[in-house]
């Protein structure tokens, strides 16, 4: 990897460590603060109708916690990359992390559904921290083809963490409880702040002062982008689908499927291999001819998945191998299409990578707050499970979001696969 200033990384580090080792390790600490986010988004779900018989509550009113999560992990992005462009990279990450566990151990240590609610809303506030810094930090680092593997490697963090966690959260709850699905989450973050405080360098060159009055003016020239718009709405649309299943895909496998809490954990961890498969896919093609075709192909594959799962589902047909199988797909198209667009997006913003970075995952979290909302609510409506709807309505926003985005997407390959250059400022962003 090419590092794009030494004195960052050199800054409290011994002269003589290899620099391609520390932006390894920096990789790996910035993949692990990415991911925290989603290890406490899934680890519960296996747990969802135990811990509705525990507190007295509904099934669809412990779905919306999952909201009760994102909601703040979605706005706080907004706050957390001014800071971070402000304070530091640094104190922006422990700060959040230390909300994280507060949050978790509130959560494993509830016994109202209000402090149960409270304990998941800090969690999001913490775990948004991390999430957006974390390409902020990349952004600062690398460039070029460098940035879009960075950027891969924290969104296979990211994707690779939902999938892994439901099987962790499968044993903890049958062998501990429900309440091991938060203490868990907060001894990763108590291990994640020292990996911060420990390993990663302070990034940010410059700052500049942070004044809550001023934060619409910083994100309205990236807003204004229309270049940032259609990537970030690219990336966005995955986590749709992803999200509709999160919200009712455990309660339909454990309820109608009829597999124990266990077993469900199991299967996540298969489907979300397909996101290796498209990462690797699109790592190839960024280097060949068809470059180009990379995002067509990522949303045309998350259009494939979502029609399967519809399918099969109104036939009768969806059971637990065909659901992993249509998961594995739509994970797939995840691989193919986020890292590409998330480092698209942010790539110009070089000055303002820390509220780039923060719209970018505010974008990506509100289609997840959504598909969940929009499963929960169709759900009741109905009187059935609803994720294969909403998965469906949003693989074909995408298509429409591609539609409109053509000329982005044509040149995305061609600045992917670019040398390393200097970075562009807002005013460079095509219209």
Known sequence: MIVRSAEPLAGGLAATVDRAMVARRVTLVLAAVAAIGQVSTTIYLPSIPELSRSLGIAESTVQLTIVAYLIPFALFQLIAGPIADSRGRRVTLAGGMALFMAGSLLGAFSWHPAILFLGRFLQGVGASAGYTVSRAVARDLFEGPQLTRVIGDIALAFALAPGMMPAVGGFANDFLGWRANFGIPAGFGLAILAGVLGFLPETLASSVPFDPRRLAGAYAPIAGSARFIGFALLSTVPFIGLFAFFASGPAYTINVVGLTPREFGVLPPLAVCGFLVGLTLSRRMLRGPRAGMTVRLGIGVGLLSAALIFSFYHLGLLGAAQ????????????????????????????????????????????????????????G????????????????????????????????????????????????????
Request: net charge positive; charged share 10%.
């Open 380 to 431: 009741v409506a109905l009187g059935r499970y609803a994720f294969p709807e909403v998965m469906l309505a949003g693989a074909v926003l995408g298509c429409v979001v591609l539609g409109l985005s053509g000329r982005a997407v044509r040149t995305a390959g061609e600045t992917a696969v670019r040398a390393v250059r200097p970075a562009v400022g807002p005013t460079d962003v095509p219209a």
């Open 323 to 378: 659901l992993t199988a249509c998961m594995f797909i739509h994970a797939t198209g995840m691989g193919i299409v986020i890292p590409v667009t998330s480092a698209e997006a942010i790539r110009p913003f070089g000055a303002s990578a820390g509220a780039a970075s923060a719209l970018l995952g505010f974008t990506q979290m509100s289609g997840a707050i959504a598909g969940t909302l929009a499963t929960s609510q169709l």
